[in-house]
């Protein structure tokens, strides 16, 4: 009897070894679990994308759009225009240069002239 006191002792008693205690649930219970969260997940995410306003969106996109389309126009003939420009002052200063080569020119004899009458 003291065999079996000491047997019920220690398997039962204060001094006994630690166990720890998990329930005993099946993994298929913990994929199906998962399985429902994920699917719960996927229906509110459907759910409050479905209430937002899809149509309003793809009609500012439509008309940003445009209007990018439009201002790309705008800056191309912007670009055209400088070029007009750039390419008209080029001939300008072209003009001027020869313009003041023919006036020095002029200058020099209305000066030399000058001095021939003069003498």
Request: glycine letters at 6%.
């Amino acid at each position: 009897m003291k065999k079996f006191r000491r047997r019920v002792r220690n398997h039962y008693g204060y001094t006994a070894r630690r166990v720890a205690v998990k329930a005993d649930r099946p993994w298929y219970y913990q994929v199906i679990v998962a399985f429902l969260c994920v699917g719960m997940g996927f229906g509110l995410s459907y759910f409050m994308m479905g209430s937002s306003d899809y149509e309003a969106v793809g009609s500012q996109l439509v008309e940003v759009q445009h209007q990018n389309k439009m201002l790309e126009y705008k800056l191309v003939e912007a670009q055209r225009d400088l070029q007009i420009e750039l390419a008209t002052s080029n001939n300008i200063s072209k003009d001027l240069a020869k313009v003041q080569d023919e006036n020095l020119k002029a200058k020099e004899d209305l000066l030399f002239y000058k001095k021939m009458t003069k003498k």
